[in-house]
């Protein structure tokens, strides 16, 4: 299934995928503590683009800046690509000094909680972001459907099941961040995959 959006051949021919804090952590930080300096000078505002020559981005959605990075490119499989961090004004300015310190690309993008709106318009104007996949948790996924910015559903259905109640859920909504306004999908195409696995395209349709 890496081979949909990654890989020397992918279907989806994306400049940047985005997740949030704890995909983040679980996948790439590690859940290391960021190294502050709290008596950093004070930096400019606004955002801070980082010129680069890799055709990936990963954009993490760190809102008050908690992710431990200690390097401004990662890796994922065969895929490098240079980390953009999406922050609000809540973000100290020791955080955003180490994320210059480190040559880290961040967008402020809100003041106390995220405007998805201006983020994926600041994606667009300052990184050349035309398609952006999201790879979020449940939280992230609905609070981009209910704001309207996802144009396609693609999901991977495995004939595995494990039954436990912590188990992620494609979507889900969180007080205070996302309204739970019912959204309808259009099936697009269903592909049987490898091992029993079903691929499923959806458009998503106007509330």
């Not at 890496?2 to 995928?17: E, K, M, N, R, S």
């Not at 960021?34 to 990963?58: H, M, S």
């Not at 809102?63 to 999406?86: C, F, M, Q």
């Not at 180490?98 to 993008?109: A, D, F, P, V, W």
Request: negative net charge.
């Amino acid at each position: 299934m890496f081979d949909l959006a990654f890989g020397q051949v992918p279907f989806y021919h994306h400049q940047g995928w985005l997740s949030g804090r704890t995909t983040s952590d679980d996948n790439f930080t590690k859940y290391q503590k960021p190294i502050l300096d709290e008596d950093a000078p004070t930096v400019p505002e606004g955002d801070f683009v980082v010129d680069t020559n890799l055709p990936k981005y990963y954009v993490s959605v760190d809102p008050s800046g908690k992710l431990g990075w200690s390097s401004n490119t990662l890796n994922y499989r065969d895929t490098k690509a240079h980390v953009i961090e999406v922050l609000t004004e809540q973000a100290s300015n020791s955080y955003k000094a180490l994320l210059r310190k480190l040559n880290i690309s961040y967008i402020i993008g809100g003041k106390d909680s995220l405007n998805y709106g201006v983020t994926v318009q600041k994606l667009k104007e300052l990184f050349n972001i035309e398609t952006l996949m999201l790879g979020g948790g449940g939280v992230l996924n609905w609070s981009f459907i209910q704001s309207g910015l996802c144009d396609e559903m693609s999901v991977v259905i495995a004939p595995t099941a494990d039954g436990l109640s912590t188990a992620p859920s494609l979507f889900e909504t969180r007080e205070g961040l996302s309204e739970d306004t019912p959204v309808s999908f259009k099936l697009e195409n269903v592909e049987a995959k490898e091992n029993g696995s079903v691929w499923l395209r959806y458009k998503v349709l106007e509330n």
